[in-house]
């Protein structure tokens, strides 16, 4: 526990900085639990980093990445998508808890830094599905959500867009906004320069200035087969390109990409929110990974570390209820559900190096990678600056609304590449 937790500008941020949502749910926490406007703000005032989003899928990852946080000073969000944690979930841990359980974590392990809860991957995968996402998305702020990701991607570009417009209502203006431009399906279909403008652009004409884009700029989700990932130099483009509309990037998949690209996508894009999700879910159990935070895979078999994760009784009730559901590869999520009771069943000091092995190497990736280290206080600063929950707005509007009317997006749309790769299903 840090002196920051009973600094007067601790308190002060604690009662300005969370917004009502929070404050109503958890109206005694001490845990500073903040819009994503702020952690982005924090990255893009520090410059050249970028902070984790790391994907809670199961509880331990959370108090893992909390503790990893705190050692590091770093503001971070802490997100579930909407496949892991929404209304099919394949994790306990969903959309409608994730804000309870980091609260609660928050004040029971003395964590003081700031933390976004990010609603990740909201899929709208046809149009059909915008009517019931509206009910949807009004009860995860309820819950506690903090952030949210419109992902339409999987859309054509004008109905990408047209959704976003008609789902923004429903998002409280104080909270964080990612958008998505182009499935994220590897190194075949990347985003260009002229999708990622169309979405922007078009937002910006309605009044809607999302603090993350994320690009299909050649990273996929889970388990990689190599280390191409990535596109660093076609993501700095895409990012100036957009560099009047002051968006920051997000990087999705950043598990199976070395330490060094990961360096390179902080310090040389205008990416400020990383992505982490399958990692964190291996080291949690006590898998062995690469450095691109890839498990190693010896004949088709993870390989277990003794005396790291889950006990080795319990790997071995894993691996055969794996092999009744035919659960491989990057599949083997699946088991998140049925088995984190299971595993908050286990003695302490097993439950306790789960956590550990995710708070080490989330703390390296802040510290050595992502270059997040002390972000926390500006995020603090911000917020005494402010006086507010919302720090606001810092761009501006540029487009026209009359030039992004349903009919001239339909039109201008048609104008576009068609050409998206191969379809995929990453949603992660």
């Not at 909270?175 to 979405?199: C, D, P, R, W």
């Not at 603090?211 to 388990?223: E, P, Y």
Request: charged share 25%; glycine share 8%.
């Amino acid at each position: 526990m840090t002196s920051t937790r009973f600094s007067h500008d601790f308190e002060t941020a604690l009662d300005l900085g969370r917004p009502p949502n929070i404050k109503k749910l958890f109206p005694n926490s001490k845990a500073l639990l903040v819009s994503g406007k702020y952690i982005d703000l924090a990255m893009l005032i520090k410059k050249n980093c970028m902070t984790i989003a790391a994907n809670g899928r199961n509880s331990f990852v959370i108090r893992g990445t909390l503790a990893a946080a705190q050692r590091a000073n770093a503001a971070i969000i802490i997100e579930i998508a909407r496949s892991e944690g929404g209304t099919n979930a394949y994790c306990a841990v969903n959309l409608w808890n994730i804000a309870r359980q980091t609260d609660a974590f928050m004040n029971e392990l003395g964590i003081t830094i700031p933390v976004a809860i990010h609603a990740d991957h909201f899929g709208i995968k046809t149009p059909e599905d915008i009517e019931p996402a509206k009910t949807e998305i009004v009860s995860l702020f309820d819950a506690g959500i903090t952030s949210i990701a419109i992902d339409a991607s999987h859309m054509p570009d004008d109905q990408n867009l047209l959704a976003n417009i008609e789902l923004f209502p429903y998002i409280p203006d104080w909270a964080g906004l990612e958008t998505e431009v182009g499935e994220i399906k590897g190194k075949l279909g990347l985003s260009t320069a002229q999708e990622a403008l169309f979405l922007i652009q078009g937002l910006n004409a309605h009044n809607i200035f999302p603090n993350w884009i994320a690009l299909n700029n050649g990273t996929t989700h889970g388990i990689e087969a190599s280390d191409t990932g990535i596109n660093v130099e076609l993501t700095a483009q895409i990012h100036a390109a957009l560099s009047r509309y002051k968006v920051s990037g997000a990087q999705h998949g950043t598990s199976g990409n070395s330490s060094e690209r990961l360096r390179e996508i902080a310090s040389k894009t205008r990416t400020t929110k990383a992505n982490v999700a399958t990692a964190l879910q291996m080291i949690s159990w006590g898998l062995s990974v690469n450095d691109y935070g890839n498990a190693i895979i010896d004949n088709e078999n993870f390989i277990k570390e003794k005396d790291k994760g889950v006990s080795e009784n319990m790997w071995a009730k894993v691996q055969t209820y794996a092999t009744a559901n035919d659960l491989k590869g990057g599949n083997i999520k699946a088991i998140n559900l049925p088995f984190e009771n299971r595993f908050l069943a286990q003695p302490k000091e097993i439950r306790d190096r789960m956590s550990k092995n995710v708070e080490n190497f989330v703390y390296g990736l802040l510290t050595t990678v992502f270059n997040a280290r002390d972000t926390a206080p500006i995020v603090i600063n911000e917020i005494l600056k402010s006086k507010s929950h919302d720090p606001g707005i810092t761009a501006e509007k540029i487009e026209k609304k009359e030039d992004w009317t349903k009919e001239k997006i339909i039109e201008n749309a048609s104008r576009i590449d068609g050409d998206k790769g191969p379809k995929g299903n990453f949603d992660d």
